[in-house]
Nanobody
Framework: QGELVESGGGLVEAGQSLRLSCVAS????????VGWFRQPPGKEREFVAT????????QYKDSVKGRFTISRDYSKNTVDLQMDNLKVEDTAKYIC???????????????WGRGTQVTVSA
């Protein structure tokens, strides 16, 4: 599997966009479902979006539907999260995870990155 490394976080104003990227450094996502989760300060990790190995199946948290898009780039071995029309309540550490058979429950994920901070100001 290698190490999962996230990038692309930052400080933006509400309504702006960010694109996060998760790379399997030294490994591959082959056969894995990859998920993006987020953890606001003082709160538990929550599901944001997942994409299966083929890229044909995606799932989103209700509050990000229509604003976030998860995608895979097989040539770069990355899973990206395009975040548009960001809101203050999207502020959190965003973390990617990989699983063979998991779902929206973070406990079903075997591999995790360290996360990248996204801060949205009003």
């Amino acid at each position: 599997q290698g190490e999962l490394v996230e990038s692309g976080g930052g400080l933006v104003e509400a309504g702006q966009s960010l694109r996060l990227s998760c790379v399997a450094s030294g490994g591959t996502f082959a056969g894995y479902k990859v998920g993006w989760f987020r953890q606001p300060p003082g709160k538990e990790r929550e599901f944001v979006a997942t994409i299966n190995w083929t890229g044909r199946e995606t799932q989103y948290k209700d509050s990000v539907k229509g604003r976030f898009t998860i995608s895979r780039d097989y040539s770069k071995n990355t899973v990206d999260l395009q975040m548009d029309n960001l809101k203050v309540e999207d502020t959190a550490k965003y973390i990617c995870g990989a699983t063979r058979y998991g779902n929206e429950d973070p406990q079903t994920y075997s591999y995790w990155g360290r996360g990248t901070q996204v801060t949205v100001s009003a």
